[in-house]
């Protein structure tokens, strides 16, 4: 089992720059694959980015390619979003995610809610126009 606590949310400007951090409990962390989604006012929670074991393999949503950048340290037992070029719409409460899951569609299945087991408590992201 592994317990998420999300971090560095916040208020910025369009176009400003922020990074999330995820801190996970437990020793198996390095194990996991971990995601991140994020959930609007009146709209459902969605997929943002996902990140393999090794942090070799990434997947992330269109609207933010070239913009947010996935990544993880597992000496530190700490996932992070590095979001640039914030957009209004990206104003959002962010999750974190783990899951130990894998499977014959593992690369599809990784962009799915259901795929996840362990979730954070969320961080509020808001950007001003």
């Known amino acids: 089992q592994v317990h998420l606590v999300e971090s560095g949310g916040g208020l910025v400007q369009a176009g400003g720059s922020l990074r999330l951090s995820c801190a996970a409990s437990?020793?198996?962390?390095?194990?996991?694959?971990m995601g991140w989604f994020r959930q609007a006012p009146g709209k459902e929670r969605e997929f943002v980015a996902a990140?393999?074991?090794?942090?070799?393999?990434?997947s992330y949503t269109d609207s933010v390619k070239g913009r947010f950048t996935i990544s993880r340290d597992n000496a530190k037992n700490t996932l992070y979003l590095e979001m640039n070029s914030l957009k209004p719409e990206d104003t959002a409460v962010y999750y974190c995610?783990?899951?130990?899951?894998?499977?014959?569609?593992?690369?599809?299945?990784?962009?799915?809610?259901?795929?996840?087991?362990?979730w954070g408590q969320g961080t509020q992201v808001t950007v001003s126009s």
């Open positions: 990140i393999n074991w090794s942090g070799i393999s990434t």
């Open positions: 437990g020793r198996t962390f390095s194990s996991y694959t």
């Open positions: 995610a783990a899951t130990l899951n894998t499977g014959s569609s593992y690369y599809t299945d990784r962009r799915r809610r259901w795929f996840y087991d362990y």
